[in-house]
């Protein structure tokens, strides 16, 4: 792997890091509010976090968790972490921290793997602990979840998970696995934003639940929701791939249906027409949407101090759109802002604890690298 040549050459990736970056994207670079510092190489990294000591967890698609070290240009594998099924696009997914992390060193994972009736999402927790000789565990790691049903196939996963900003709830996504039909089937988690508590039990007062629907239901009507972050004001944002054309960001909201595949901006990859999203048509439509797609990844919503004039925004990752895009919000509206070729698939975004904003390219078709977004 990559990442392994960290603990033993870090000044080696260091150096060729800077000649990398120095050439990266050519002219476009001169055109961007922000420099590009490359901090390290993943072997096809999905999502990461940041631990308050300013490490950061990182997973890797084949079912690598690492702990890495910007400062000091060194990670470590972390053992404990859930066997995968990573074909097609599962992997291992999402990493998050548990809002009571500095006291319970809990960490959330979510990932793809085979079972009765075949694969599916799950998610997990375990706690971090360190070892010695710098080994890092994930103890008494179980799974709490998982997507309902199990069906045959190797995509639209998703697995992204959010808490609520007061902790009590826990947010996960299930797409709908390219069999379309299930994200309108009430009694299925496919095609469905849930809300949970943080053992994995579906939470009391689910919008849909006396309704007949399986009782973790929040939403309905997605495909593939690769991102989902909550704003400053409490408001569950969510972007997801649509089909041909038509990716979407949702504002979530409580018990509504968001259409598919029943009404898309977007088509079927057959040429099919799928109904647009239209007024009074019952479904919930998306606040911002893309066509051409661009294959959207990663959410968060940034409140930090390095980058003030994009406070208040959401920034998102473009896989075929190689790019990072900011889109801006104000109160339940938002619209599309910039959008940044970087030259590379981008898979994931995040604020760091500085401010500053990290990216993590794909590997898939480009690099696997970590990168770090500060201003010119």
Same mark, same amino acid.
């Given at each position: 792997? =990559?990442?392994?040549?960290?603990?033993?050459?870090?000044?080696?990736?260091?150096?060729?890091?800077?000649?990398?970056?120095?050439?990266?994207?050519?002219?476009?670079?001169?055109?961007?509010?922000?420099?590009?510092?490359?901090?390290?190489?993943?072997?096809?990294?999905?999502?990461?976090?940041?631990?308050? &000591?300013?490490?950061?967890? @990182?997973?890797?698609?084949?079912?690598?968790?690492?702990?890495? &070290?910007?400062?000091?240009?060194?990670?470590?594998?972390?053992?404990?972490?859930?066997?995968?099924?990573?074909?097609?696009?599962?992997?291992?997914?999402? @990493?998050? *921290?548990?809002?009571?992390?500095?006291?319970? $060193?809990? @960490?959330?994972?979510?990932?793809? #793997?085979?079972?009765?009736?075949?694969?599916?999402?799950? *998610?997990?927790? !375990?706690?971090?602990?360190?070892?010695?000789?710098?080994?890092? &565990?994930?103890?008494?790691?179980?799974?709490?979840?998982?997507?309902?049903?199990?069906?045959?196939?190797?995509?639209?996963?998703? $697995?992204?998970?959010?808490?609520?900003?007061?902790?009590?709830? /826990?947010?996960?996504?299930?797409?709908?696995?390219?069999?379309?039909?299930?994200?309108?089937?009430?009694?299925?988690?496919?095609?469905? @934003? *849930?809300?949970?508590?943080?053992?994995?039990? %579906?939470?009391?007062?689910?919008?849909?639940?006396?309704? !007949?629907?399986?009782?973790?239901?929040?939403?309905?009507?997605?495909?593939?929701?690769?991102?989902?972050?909550?704003?400053?004001?409490? =408001?569950?944002?969510?972007?997801?791939?649509?089909?041909?054309?038509? &990716?979407?960001?949702? /504002?979530?909201?409580?018990?509504?249906?968001?259409?598919?595949?029943?009404?898309?901006?977007? +088509?079927?990859?057959?040429?099919?027409?799928?109904?647009?999203?239209?007024?009074?048509? !019952?479904?919930?439509?998306?606040?911002?949407?893309?066509?051409?797609?661009?294959?959207?990844?990663?959410?968060?919503?940034?409140? !930090?101090?390095?980058?003030?004039?994009?406070?208040?925004?959401?920034? /998102?990752?473009?896989?075929?759109?190689?790019?990072?895009?900011?889109?801006?919000?104000?109160?339940?509206?938002?619209?599309?802002?910039?959008?940044?070729?970087?030259?590379? =698939?981008?898979? #994931?975004?995040?604020?760091?604890? +500085?401010?500053?904003?990290?990216?993590?390219?794909?590997?898939?078709?480009?690099? $696997? =690298?970590?990168?770090?977004?500060? %201003?010119?």
């Amino acid at each position: 792997m =990559r990442h392994l040549l960290l603990a033993t050459l870090p000044m080696i990736l260091i150096a060729c890091s800077a000649d990398n970056a120095a050439g990266q994207n050519g002219a476009a670079a001169q055109d961007r509010p922000f420099k590009v510092d490359i901090m390290a190489d993943f072997d096809a990294p999905w999502a990461m976090t940041f631990l308050p &000591d300013g490490r950061m967890l @990182v997973t890797e698609k084949k079912g690598g968790l690492v702990l890495y &070290d910007p400062a000091r240009k060194i990670a470590i594998g972390v053992g404990g972490a859930p066997a995968v099924d990573s074909a097609g696009q599962g992997g291992l997914m999402d @990493v998050v *921290l548990a809002p009571d992390f500095a006291t319970s $060193g809990t @960490v959330y994972l979510s990932w793809s #793997e085979s079972g009765a009736g075949g694969k599916g999402v799950a *998610l997990g927790m !375990g706690r971090l602990a360190m070892k010695g000789g710098g080994a890092a &565990d994930l103890e008494g790691f179980m799974t709490i979840f998982k997507a309902s049903p199990y069906v045959d196939g190797n995509g639209h996963y998703s $697995g992204r998970i959010a808490f609520s900003p007061d902790g009590k709830y /826990l947010f996960f996504t299930n797409g709908e696995r390219q069999k379309f039909d299930p994200a309108q089937d009430p009694k299925s988690t496919l095609g469905k @934003v *849930l809300r949970l508590n943080p053992d994995g039990a %579906p939470a009391a007062g689910n919008p849909l639940a006396a309704k !007949g629907f399986h009782p973790a239901i929040w939403s309905y009507g997605h495909r593939n929701l690769l991102g989902l972050a909550f704003d400053g004001e409490g =408001r569950l944002w969510e972007q997801e791939m649509g089909p041909q054309g038509g &990716d979407e960001v949702n /504002l979530i909201k409580p018990g509504l249906n968001y259409g598919y595949p029943l009404a898309s901006n977007g +088509d079927h990859y057959d040429g099919r027409d799928i109904p647009d999203h239209r007024p009074g048509d !019952g479904f919930e439509a998306p606040k911002i949407w893309w066509n051409p797609s661009i294959s959207p990844a990663g959410l968060i919503h940034y409140s !930090g101090d390095m980058f003030p004039q994009w406070k208040n925004s959401l920034f /998102l990752g473009g896989l075929s759109g190689q790019a990072l895009i900011r889109m801006k919000l104000d109160g339940e509206k938002a619209e599309k802002a910039d959008q940044w070729d970087m030259g590379a =698939r981008i898979r #994931e975004v995040e604020q760091g604890p +500085d401010g500053a904003l990290w990216l993590l390219e794909d590997g898939g078709g480009s690099e $696997g =690298r970590l990168l770090k977004l500060t %201003p010119q």
